[in-house]
Each structure stands twice: as structure tokens, then as C-alpha cells.
């Protein structure tokens, strides 16, 4: 079980509640789209610290809405119950009332708007729109009339606005378009993330189910979704010397497959196991996005100096 004992609960502060609330665990690879998208503005000379720092900002608010979103919305509607393997959740566990947590929520929200408005006044006012869809989609994604999460929907949307949405909207933001490289290396980073859903649903098959809701590991059973995994990983590797191979990149990007360090122990567990051990592969592929983007940059600026 994923709870806390109730004797822990009660010795927790409401900060400590708090952070468990945001699953830190899951910011850094909310930021593998922008250290991509801001390592190649860099590398093509139209890197702007001020919207990239605020496109960071963005991102990590989103996460957390959307953690906290998901939080109280699967509480309410029952998906989170005493059998549930995944990470802690603060509203089913008793620590915080479904209205503090929704509260939190639209905090965190506009916030988030707060500093993409500024990021459409330093770009375009078009991107507000931008901003607007990935804060619906975030609460979406569980909550409201279509939890489109629970249709199936959610792996071709978190790669939507974690790969092609992110990468080239912070690109758009600093550099006013987008390049090449930019729109390609939105797919293997929007491919990992999803990848990261892929765990989540496959460990909640049986819960899912039981609860009415359709993901694509439950429509499709427990050995897709292990495929789906596989390939979203290998598409991601193998579109780097395919680029470098076209001219798209140098030969210094495919420093990103130093991550298949991290890659190939998650992919094992995700493989051979079920139920709560996924947990670490939940967390390792996390851990591949993050690597995947820090040593990419680290090969773009090889290549640049």
C-alpha cells in the first residue's frame, strides 16, 4: 500500500504535506522540453534568459496544477481508493480536504498564467491561447465533464503538449519561429514523457479498470502497453543519428544516448514486473527525460565550442 501510517500522518507539517502534494519527484522531467528547446536557441545564437527562465517557470507550475488536479479530481471520482499502487495521494490519504487542495490548484493555475502572459507579451499575444489550451488540458486530464485521460486519450496529449507544444513553443517564445531542429527534437522528448504515462497506466490496469476508466493499457491489455513503452524509447534513440545523419544536428547530439544507462535497467523492470515495483520505473523514466535533455545539451554545447 502507498500510504502513510496514520500515526506518521499526524506528525507531518502542513508544509511537508504540501510538498508530498506536488510530487517533486516528477518536476525535473517536467523541464526536459525547455532544456531542450533552450539548448537549441542557444546553440543557434536566439537564446533570451528572461523568457526561458519564465517558459521554466511555466512548466514546473503546470506539473504541479496538474499533479494537484489529478490529486482531487481521481479522489472524487473514485479511481483512488485503498488499493491504489501508486505515489501517495494527499487527498485520498486524509492529509488535505478535496477544497484545499482544489484551492491549491487554481493558485498554482494562475500562476501560471500570471507569467505566460508575459511570455505572449515577449513573444506574440497568439501564444496566450497556448497557454490558455495547456491549462485546460492539465485539468482535464481528470477532471471536468470529458476526463479525456479516462478515454484513452491521455498518451497522445501528453506527447502533444510535452513534445511539439513545449519545445517549440519555448523556442517561438525566445526566438520568434521555430527551426528545424526544434520541431524534430520535439518528438523524441514529447516521446519519453508519454513513455512516462505508459508506466503509470500499466501499474493502474487493475484500478483503472474497476474504476470505468479506459486507457489505452486497459483497452489494450498489459503486454501493448509494455510495447508502447519499448517503441516510444526506441523511437526516441533512433530518430538522434538520423537527424545528425541529415544535417539536422551535429555529431556532438548523440551524446543523449548516454541515457541508455538509465534507459535500459527501467525498461527491464517495466518488462518483467506489475504492480507497485513499477513504481521505479514510474521514477527511472523520469530520470531518462531528464538525462536524455541535460546530455543533449551537453553535446550541443561540445559542438559549439
Known amino acids: 500500500m502507498n500510504t502513510l501510517d496514520r500515526s506518521a500522518n499526524n506528525t507531518l507539517s502542513i508544509w511537508q504535506v504540501w510538498w508530498l502534494a506536488i510530487r517533486p519527484k516528477t518536476l525535473p522531467a517536467a523541464l526536459s522540453s525547455v532544456i531542450v528547446a533552450c539548448t537549441l536557441t542557444w546553440h543557434d545564437g536566439v537564446f533570451r534568459p528572461g523568457p526561458a527562465l519564465a517558459a521554466m517557470a511555466v512548466a ?6 496538474s499533479n494537484l488536479a489529478n490529486d482531487v479530481f481521481d479522489y472524487e471520482r473514485g479511481v483512488d481508493t485503498e488499493e491504489r499502487k501508486g505515489p501517495l ?3 485520498q490519504a486524509g492529509l488535505l480536504a478535496p477544497a484545499q487542495v482544489k484551492l491549491g490548484m487554481k493558485f498554482v493555475f494562475l500562476a501560471a498564467l500570471f507569467v505566460w502572459l508575459y511570455l505572449a507579451w515577449a513573444s506574440s499575444w497568439h501564444m496566450l491561447w497556448v497557454g490558455l489550451l495547456a491549462i485546460l488540458a492539465a485539468l482535464s486530464y481528470t477532471g471536468g465533464p470529458f476526463p479525456f485521460g ?37 518528438l523524441p522528448i514529447g516521446l519519453i514523457i508519454t513513455s512516462i504515462l505508459v508506466v503509470n497506466n500499466l501499474r493502474d490496469i487493475a484500478t483503472d479498470s474497476a474504476a470505468g ?7 489494450f491489455g498489459a503486454t501493448w502497453a509494455r510495447r508502447e513503452y519499448l517503441g516510444c524509447l526506441l523511437v526516441a534513440y533512433a530518430l538522434v543519428p538520423l537527424l545528425i545523419w541529415s544535417g539536422i544536428l551535429p555529431l556532438a547530439a548523440m551524446l543523449c ?17 506489475d504492480g507497485e515495483i513499477l513504481n521505479l520505473a514510474l521514477a ?12 543533449f545539451a551537453m553535446g550541443m554545447l561540445l559542438a559549439r565550442l
Open 60 to 65: 514546473l507550475l503546470l506539473q504541479i496544477g
Open 213 to 219: 476508466r479506459k486507457t489505452l493499457a486497459v483497452r
Open 89 to 91: 495521494r494527499v487527498t
Open 150 to 186: 479516462a478515454y484513452g486519450f491521455g498518451d497522445p496529449l501528453a506527447f502533444l503538449f510535452f513534445g511539439p507544444v513545449a519545445v517549440a513553443g519555448t523556442y517561438f517564445i525566445q526566438a520568434l519561429q521555430v527551426s528545424i531542429a526544434a520541431w524534430w527534437m520535439s
Open 257 to 273: 544516448w548516454g541515457s541508455l544507462l538509465v534507459a535500459w535497467p527501467t525498461w527491464r523492470i517495466v518488462r518483467q514486473e
Open 284 to 295: 527511472g523514466t523520469g530520470k531518462i527525460a531528464l538525462a536524455y535533455s541535460l546530455l
